[in-house]
């Protein structure tokens, strides 16, 4: 089981639509949570971090969080076609090193007009 | 601030060369980071450093080696290029462990 699973995609959302993005992590002991957006031959950046059960908002982006269940979510509303891009999920234990920062492989997010 | 810079940005090397690859960050961060990303791939560790002089292995560091003499540079050293190198390498800083994580641009690294 990989430590940090994400459906590859691609994902395809009209324009103005909600796109949803899932991610699923198997170590309980894991604290921190980010979401990061990569264009396609770019660096990845940030876009938000979630650290307690719950949604956290952010304009258009609100990050789930479930930890009894061990996934983590994002959803886009308003959908643009900037949006489209690969979305990486990474997770962090609170009590481990810097090496166990684990990104998952990323979804594909393709807005269509 | 420039924030995290990387050279090159593409290089070809022949099996059994050599080359560093360059990072440096201008944001006074502690947290250094080397990643290197294959083809549809999230990113894997390769090193990382808590601050000058201190490094450690992350998930692949075999065929790697680093070393961080001061704040801002965070090299990344091949010594025998390997066809299983040939991949994006991405350098990152943040502030402590907990912070976010800032990337460079990247160095797309092609070994034939």
């Known amino acids: 089981q990989k430590e940090v699973e994400q459906n590859s995609g691609p994902l395809s959302v009209p324009e103005g639509a909600i796109a949803s993005l899932n991610c699923t992590y198997s170590?309980?002991?894991?604290?921190?949570f980010f979401w990061y957006r990569q264009y396609s031959g770019k660096s990845p950046e940030l876009i938000m971090s979630i650290y307690s059960n719950g949604d956290k908002e952010d304009g258009r982006f609100t990050a789930q969080l479930n930890k009894a269940s061990q996934y983590v979510s994002l959803l886009i509303r308003d959908s643009q076609p900037s949006d489209s891009a690969t979305y990486l999920c990474?997770?962090?234990?609170?009590?481990?090193?810097?090496?166990?920062?684990?990104f998952g492989s990323g979804t594909r997010l393709s807005i269509r007009p | 601030n420039a924030g995290v810079t990387q050279t090159p940005k593409f290089r070809i090397l022949k099996i059994g060369q050599s080359m560093t690859l360059q990072c440096t960050q201008d944001m006074n961060h502690n947290y250094m980071y080397w990643y290197r990303q294959d083809p549809g791939m999230g990113l894997k560790l390769i090193y990382y450093s808590v601050g000058a002089g201190i490094t450690d292995k992350g998930e692949v560091p075999n065929g790697y080696n680093v070393s961080r003499s001061t704040t801002e540079d965070f090299p990344l050293r091949l010594e025998l290029a390997a066809p299983s190198q040939t991949s994006v390498y991405f350098c990152a800083s943040s502030w402590s462990r907990e912070e976010t994580q800032y990337f460079g641009p990247g160095t797309r690294l092609l070994v034939l």
């Open positions: 170590d309980r002991g894991s604290q921190s």
């Open positions: 990474a997770v962090k234990s609170e009590y481990s090193s810097a090496s166990k920062i684990i």
